[in-house]
């Protein structure tokens, strides 16, 4: 099993940033992909943003160029470093994780986008 917990999710306004974080605990040998994801009421959670443990990266076209996703190996965590956030960014966000052991959500962090 492995658990994933997210944080730094909250309030900011319209141009602001956020930096979230995925800390990943317990039956970690190997991850092939972490990734973040959202969804906004009334709608279908969607990809955000993915890493391999290749490193390799891959973004929704609506945020290309203001977010960043990065790990940190020694910590176990993936960020989502969030900047230029618009009122459309309002979602919650959701840490994925596929490791040997099969794929894991974490319980989500809300951000809010509004003045």
């Known amino acids: 099993q492995v658990q994933l917990v997210e944080s730094g999710g909250g309030l900011v306004q319209p141009g602001g940033s956020l930096r979230l974080s995925c800390a990943a605990s317990?039956?970690?040998?190997?991850?092939?992909?972490m990734g973040w994801y959202r969804q906004a009421p009334g709608k279908q959670r969607a990809l955000v943003a993915v890493?391999?443990?290749?490193?390799?990266?891959n973004y929704a076209d609506s945020v290309k160029g203001r977010f960043t996703i990065s790990t940190d190996s020694a910590k176990n965590t993936v960020y989502l470093q969030m900047n230029s956030l618009k009122p459309e960014d309002t979602a919650v966000y959701y840490c994925?994780?596929?490791?040997?052991?099969?794929?894991?959500w974490g319980q989500g962090t809300q951000v809010t986008v509004s003045s």
């Open positions: 994925n994780g596929a490791f040997a052991s099969g794929g894991y």
């Open positions: 317990g039956s970690i040998f190997r991850f092939y992909a």
């Open positions: 890493i391999t443990n290749g490193g390799s990266t």
